[in-house]
């Protein structure tokens, strides 16, 4: 996707946060656009905003963790022909706390937000990209996806859940004309920590796990403004990247993490196993993943 100007960009969880500048800044660019969040009132608002900045924008609300209300995205994207730019962005906080005294409903909507919308969004909208061979899809994970810092295990593991899929999904489009990005972003000043107790099933965090979840808001209301990462967001579509990496201080993080890894590998535990075929991996990899696959064949 180089041409951003005159495409139609769906953008989930566009109400708030990342995904409202992500929806300014293709505006900016000359996209229409189709929001999407589980906010009626919050979604409605951010429709009248975008207007007011010169946009052409339709709103969509439905919550993107139940697989049959993207039916209702799909209907919205009908009346603008088709998506160009599929932005899954929805996302909650998860909640702290430590993992043996975890709620399963709490893990279960985190994982339903955070990761298995992200198929549900390919399945309404991907088939049509790869059929016209063109568009782009991003998906939000997040740094600590990569690096988790000990916060939430369901949210960090969630957020590893979205990086495996666009690093695998990276390598299905390789050929087919949709280019794809992965936005992991470091801290950033929106309302996570607000939605996440807005939309949390069950009973609210207590004690030392909501004492770390408000400690969170205040290093969240310090963080990045969003309109840079929305503005990032942009150019990695033009320039068709799939890292989109927008803290760079985190690399300090992911450095020692791969090293230890790296360090980590021994001596096969089978002397007399030839080995996996790397040599052919490597290649099927080096065809997709870190190669110029994206060509339509
Ligand atoms: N803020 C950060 O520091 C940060 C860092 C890394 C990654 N992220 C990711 O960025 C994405 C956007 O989050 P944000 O920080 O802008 O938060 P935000 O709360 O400001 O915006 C998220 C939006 O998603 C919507 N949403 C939540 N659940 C939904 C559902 N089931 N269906 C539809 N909409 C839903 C919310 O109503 C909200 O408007 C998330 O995936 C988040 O995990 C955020």
Redesign the pocket.
Known sequence: MTQIAGKTALI??????????MAHSLAARGARLII????AE??EEAGAELRQAGADVATVA?????EAEWQKAEEAAASFGHVDILCS?????GGSGALEEYDPDVWRWAY???AH?HLYACRSFLGAMKRRGEGHVVL?????GIVPPPVSVA?CSS?FATVGIAMSLRNELAGTGVGISM??????????V???K??RPGEQEAGVAAKTADAMGGV?AS??D?RCIGDRVAEAISSDEFYIFTHEEWKRLVEPQVAEMLAAFGPSADPDYAGDDIDSLLAANNATAFGAGRTAS
Do not use: H
Request: charged share 10%.
């Open positions: 989930t969880g566009a109400a708030s946060g990342i995904g409202l500048a999407a969040d589980i906010s919050r979604l439905f919550n993107v963790a139940e962005n929805a996302g909650v906080g339903a937000v955070n919308a939000t994970a997040s740094m600590v949210y957020k936005l992991c972003p470091g801290m950033s000043a929106t309302r996570i607000q939605t996440t807005d939309l969240l963080g990045m969003p």
